[in-house]
């Protein structure tokens, strides 16, 4: 079973095979720690995401695709797009919930074995810190038990509030 580790810190300076961008449906860069990937990985990520763009039309809520990691430490980016949090009532927890599971399979589909993860849709997306913290947790623990390519798992927390509250919940593995 692969392993979980907690940094707080710049997702774009982690070494890692692959990191995950928490990207809107248009793949083509925005705020928040979108627009840091980009602009620390260089034209070559928006470059892939145009293509993507060109292909399938973006990318959907929940879903997530793969470019190049550019001039970043990381091999990969994976983009996933997380919910807009607003009432809770529309399917949100589910939405973030295959966010987290579809850019797993898809590093293990491209043989990632560690592969990092900022707090997705907490920012803008105004997901509950607490609520996207425990559906982040326990979607990388159940995925991590039933797969060998994925072998560590990094939580890149870049406020105080997100790395609190995923230290106590790794700590009550």
Not at 34 to 42: K, M, S
């Amino acid at each position: 079973m692969g392993t979980i580790e907690l940094v707080q810190g710049d997702i774009t300076k982690i070494k890692a095979d692959a990191i995950v961008n928490a990207a809107n449906t248009s793949l083509m860069g925005g705020g928040g720690v979108d627009g840091a990937i980009h602009r620390a990985g260089g034209p070559e990520i928006l470059e892939d995401c145009r293509k993507i763009v060109a292909r399938q039309g973006g990318c959907k809520t929940g879903q997530a695709v793969i470019t190049t990691g550019g001039k970043l430490p990381a091999k990969y980016v994976i983009h996933t797009v997380g919910p807009v949090y607003n009432s809770g009532k529309r399917g949100e927890d589910e939405l973030l919930h295959s966010a987290y599971l579809n850019s797993l399979k898809l590093a293990a589909e491209n043989d990632v074995h560690t592969i990092a993860f900022p707090n997705i849709s907490t920012g803008i997306y105004h997901f509950p810190k607490d609520k996207a913290a425990a559906i982040a947790v326990k979607t990388v623990q159940d995925f991590l038990a039933h797969n060998d390519v994925v072998e560590k798992v990094i939580f890149v927390c870049f406020d105080d509030e997100n790395f609190s509250l995923y230290q106590e919940l790794l700590a009550q593995k």
